[in-house]
């Protein structure tokens, strides 16, 4: 998925989308690395990669020439705010530290709703 390109008409079900991708994404990879060791290595680079799609997502949404689009519409404030629920493990994603990383994608996620 690209990056979010945020606008006046940025829709409810659009940031809904989104959210569920990081979501699914993140189940994804944690069942794939339940399975044996050879997956759990790629898990951990699926991961990152995950990580570096929320970290782009938060940055996009944290530009100065997207501040007034994001301020005026809910749905992307929401968005945008979840980011602030994810508190990863510091330096690198490794196997003993995965689940925990992947369960902020979730807890982001979460987030949203409240």
């Known amino acids: 998925m690209d990056n979010i390109k945020p606008t006046d008409s940025t829709t409810e079900k ?4 989104r959210l569920k991708y990081i979501e699914n994404t993140a189940d994804d990879i944690l069942t794939f690395s339940l399975n044996d060791e050879i997956n759990k290595n790629a898990s951990i680079q699926k991961c990152r990669e995950l990580r570096k799609f929320v ?3 938060s ?3 944290s530009l100065s020439r997207n501040k007034e689009v994001v301020v005026n519409n809910t ?6 705010n979840i980011f602030r629920h994810m508190h990863f493990r510091a330096g690198m994603i490794t196997k003993r530290n995965l689940s925990w990383n992947l369960d902020e994608f979730h807890q982001g996620v979460s987030s949203y709703d409240l």
């Open 14 to 17: 659009e940031i809904r989308e």
């Open 55 to 57: 970290d782009g997502e």
């Open 59 to 61: 940055h996009v949404l």
């Open 75 to 80: 749905f992307l404030m929401k968005y945008a």
